[in-house]
């Protein structure tokens, strides 16, 4: 088992990596709500996927840094991974909202002995199936996880685990975690991160349910990711 050397009194220092593609309706909001005087907070990272909107220039007059990419989630987390100077990575979506106190979070899971972790799901609605859906997420199971939970890990931890595998154009993550799973343990800190219903908006509530259902089966029997990538794209608009 992975032992976390971030265990003594090393302080952190936290490099934040948010991939992009035309988010314009959300990159200023989240730089500002994360953004800190705190020494811990060392950077700010927006690898863009090739916007065609003022993802980027929006990024730039908030003194952040850029980093271009093509379009591939995977692809674009390694990049930013690969630029930063923190001894943690912390991988958020440009519509996600962690909690405030996520500096004070991530630092006191690391203390605890995790290498690793993510928030539960907090959705901004008052939707009682979507709550049901947050509910489930408190529970170590990999079928309740999720990008948009958000993700940190220690540098030398995600140097270990040899990074996102860039062949997967879909569940990245998930990927990812289950590569984790046989180093170190999750930690799921006991807090919501703030997810934007745009895809239940734009389908319904039963349609992204069942496809996240019928994609994740398809994840468990192996199917290749370009094929679950593909099948996703066809059940949603």
């Given at each position: 088992m992975y032992q976390n050397n971030l265990l003594?009194?090393?302080?952190?220092?936290v490099s934040v990596?948010?991939?992009?593609?035309?988010e314009i309706e959300h990159i200023q909001q989240i730089i500002e709500?994360?953004?800190?005087?705190?020494?811990?907070?060392?950077?700010?990272?927006?690898?863009?996927?090739?916007?065609?909107?003022?993802?980027?220039?929006i990024a730039k007059k908030l003194c952040t840094i850029i980093v271009r990419s093509e379009a591939s989630r995977a692809i674009q987390m390694n990049k930013g991974a690969r630029v930063a100077q923190g001894n943690v990575l912390y991988f958020l979506h440009a519509d996600t909202r962690p909690p405030k106190s996520y500096l004070n979070d991530i630092e006191s899971s690391i203390k605890s002995g995790f290498s690793y972790g993510c928030y539960r799901s907090l959705f901004d609605t008052k939707s009682r199936k979507m709550k049901m859906n947050a509910f489930f997420t408190r529970f170590n199971c990999l079928m309740f996880r999720g990008g948009d939970q958000s993700l940190y890990v220690t540098r030398s931890f995600f140097d270990l685990t040899g990074a996102f595998d860039e062949s997967k154009e879909i569940m990245e993550e998930y990927y990812w975690l289950r590569k984790a799973k046989g180093l170190g343990d999750l930690a799921i800190i006991p807090k919501g991160c703030l997810i934007s219903t745009r895809k239940y908006d734009k389908n319904s509530y039963f349609r992204i349910n069942l496809a996240n259902l019928y994609v994740f089966m398809l994840f468990n029997l192996g199917?290749?990711?370009?094929?679950?990538?593909?099948?996703?794209?066809?059940?949603?608009?």
């Open positions: 003594n009194n090393s302080p952190i220092r990596i948010i991939p992009t593609l035309n709500w994360i953004s800190s005087a705190d020494k811990r907070l060392l950077e700010i990272i927006i690898v863009d996927g090739g916007s065609t909107d003022q993802t980027v220039s199917i290749s990711s370009k094929t679950i990538a593909e099948t996703y794209r066809k059940l949603l608009h």
